[in-house]
């Protein structure tokens, strides 16, 4: 048995897999299984994923019909040996060091969830995420709780690094690992319903409200490439749907660890996050055949629904993430659809803003 199984879901990024491979093969744990999935790859992923495992009998190749991320986690999951597992993402890379460094503090710990520290890659730019203020290992139910509530809002960080909880990936699966041992006393697994969205949060809630030890090193791990996309281009009309399945998925493991009332404020700020992220895509895309008159009907409508309704009347403001999203709920509020899509250009404008002042 390896000491850790590493699972790579992997679908059409042949310009950065080989960095991600040889960032596994390179580390200091060598005693590694490394399993490459292969999501149907219409580009050369696949045969990158089959020369380093001609090269290296630690690699494991799964060709399979493209299913979407979830399905691949789940197909390595599956095939997966060792005492501890990860996954990472295919299109990034890890410090040398990282697994030896998770694997020793969760051995010293005897911890079953060890995490620590993301760096996000912008082209040339290098950010580090420091997720708390210092090294723990705890057994707290409260503490976990908190970790876990930390996935729906990063405010509720616990012990928050100086400067204030990171700004995103608290709930990556990548800078995690995870005994085996847990994940089958659980039934853990990636939820497909979501269709491949927040699926890796849920994931990361059902890591801390179901584990019994967790420990975090204030270490960077793993680095994170932000590769750029429209937030106006796409049209998604189906995230309308895919939010109902994440919401229904979050509603079944509160109820299912009894953590509907300790997580219901948390929830609340993150409906007005889904809420937030759907907004490019859902309505005010441009290519939305819709004259913007129905648009602004139908999501006057949803705002309406459950469980919109009940965060935007319930929600803890101070917690919300960042100004937008304070904006966002203040036009909510006022059931105003045309008072949220100012909001929403309002914020597209600050992101390009600032991408060009960062170049």
């Keep these: 048995m390896p000491k850790l199984s590493a699972v790579v879901p992997v679908y059409n990024v042949e310009r950065y897999l080989d960095q991600l491979i040889e960032s596994l093969r390179q580390q200091t744990l060598q005693d590694l299984q490394i399993i490459l999935v292969d999501d149907g790859s219409p580009d050369g992923s696949g045969a990158i994923c089959d020369r380093h495992g001609a090269q290296d009998g630690r690699i ?10 979830g399905a691949a986690r789940n197909d390595g999951l599956a095939a ?3 005492e501890w597992i990860y996954f990472c993402d295919s299109d990034d890379y890890l410090e040398p060091d990282a697994l030896q460094r998770l694997v020793e503090a969760g051995e010293a710990a005897q911890a ?8 996000m890659i912008s082209g040339d730019k290098r950010q580090l995420m420091r997720f708390h203020k210092e090294a723990f290992a705890t057994s707290d139910r409260e503490v976990l709780d908190r970790l876990a ?25 990548w800078n995690k690992i995870v005994r085996r041992e847990l994940l089958e006393r659980e039934g853990i697994a990636f939820d497909l319903s979501v269709q491949g969205i927040c699926d890796d949060l849920l994931y990361s809630i059902y890591l801390f409200a179901g584990a019994r030890r967790v420990a975090y090193v204030p270490v960077v791990i793993y680095n994170y490439r932000l590769l750029g996309g429209s937030i106006t281009h ?10 109902k399945a994440i919401f229904a998925a979050w509603e079944g493991l509160m109820a299912r660890y009894g953590k509907a009332e300790q997580f219901r404020d948390a929830y609340h700020v993150f409906v007005i996050r889904r809420l937030k ?9 441009r290519k939305d055949p ?23 009347r319930e929600v803890d403001r101070k917690m919300l993430q960042n100004r937008y999203d304070v904006l966002l709920w203040k036009a909510a509020v006022k059931g105003s659809a045309r008072r949220i899509h100012m909001v929403f250009r309002l914020s597209v404008l600050a992101k390009r803003l600032k991408g060009y002042l960062g170049r």
């Design 80 to 82: 997966a040996t060792g």
């Design 60 to 69: 494991q190749v799964i060709h399979k019909q493209n299913g979407g991320v």
């Design 234 to 243: 796409t049209y998604k009309p189906q995230l309308v749907d895919i939010n």
């Design 277 to 285: 992220a759907m907004l490019g895509s859902c309505f005010f895309s």
């Design 290 to 312: 819709r004259s913007m008159k129905a648009r602004y009907e139908d999501l006057e409508a949803l705002i309406c629904q459950e469980p919109y309704r009940t965060a935007i």
């Design 112 to 119: 079953e969830v060890v995490f620590g520290d993301v760096a």
């Design 149 to 173: 509530m930390t996935v729906f809002g990063r405010k509720y960080c616990y012990l928050p690094p100086e400067g204030g909880p990171a700004a995103c990936c608290y709930g990556g699966p």
